[in-house]
């Protein structure tokens, strides 16, 4: 059974840092993975969607790995700011699945 | 652009009431599916639906059905709300024929149950 994981649960950084949030699936069996954000009380924002046939994508500030080999992800957001405090949630969506598989998310704080 | 709505952004409901929680997208996509949230339990799908009068259930069924009449329209029923089932609810929609697309998601519903 697919497991998604994110590390770590909570991050604070102060403004201007680059900084990588991980995310690692169990099956590399994948159709896809995708990277969304999360506003307190609000729905979720897809900031990224990888094929599993890519290595990387990029909007922005912000570059989405992957390694299906390893079941890895990492969403790199360049020179920080406040208005980037979210929650951030990685869903895989697998090859013989119907619907997303989310982590838990990495809550992010960046302070002025 | 994609755009997927929920009827309420916040509900309150008493234990017993039957609840229902609609979503409508607009881009005339084949599946479309029912979430909820809940603090250190992360999403889980609730149930889905791959095509109009057509239903899965998801990890989560219990306490819940839904219906889908038209294509663009899922919704979510709580036939007899109980206090666990307060949370907040997510639809989201996926095409079938651009599977590359992902997953579209709506603003969600805070449900609270007294």
């Known amino acids: 059974k697919q497991e998604v994981t994110q590390i770590p649960a909570a991050l604070s950084v102060p403004e201007g840092e680059n900084l990588v949030l991980n995310c690692s699936f169990t099956d590399s069996a994948i159709y896809n993975l995708q990277w969304f954000r999360q506003d307190p009380g609000k729905g979720l924002t897809s900031l990224l969607l990888?094929?599993?046939?890519?290595r990387e994508q990029t909007s922005g500030r912000l570059n989405a790995s992957l390694d299906k080999s390893s079941g890895r992800s990492t969403l790199y957001i360049a020179a920080s700011q406040p208005g980037d405090s979210a929650t951030y949630l990685c869903a895989v969506f697998n090859q013989a699945g119907t619907a997303l598989i989310f982590g838990k998310g990495t809550t992010l704080s960046v302070s002025s | 652009d994609v755009k997927v709505t929920q009827s309420s952004r916040y509900l309150v409901k008493r234990t017993g009431e039957k609840v229902f929680l609609e979503c409508v997208q607009d881009m005339d996509h084949e599946n479309m599916f029912w979430y909820r949230q809940d603090p250190g339990l992360g999403l889980r799908l609730i149930y889905f639906?791959?095509?109009?009068?057509?239903?899965e259930k998801g990890d989560i069924p219990e306490g819940y059905s839904v219906s889908r009449e038209k294509k663009e329209r899922f919704s979510l029923i709580l036939e007899s709300a109980s206090t666990n089932q307060t949370s907040m609810y997510l639809c989201a929609s996926r095409g079938l024929k651009d599977r590359r697309s992902g997953e579209f998601f709506g603003p969600g519903t805070r449900l609270t149950v007294l």
């Open positions: 639906s791959y095509d109009v009068k057509m239903k």
């Open positions: 990888i094929q599993s046939s890519q």
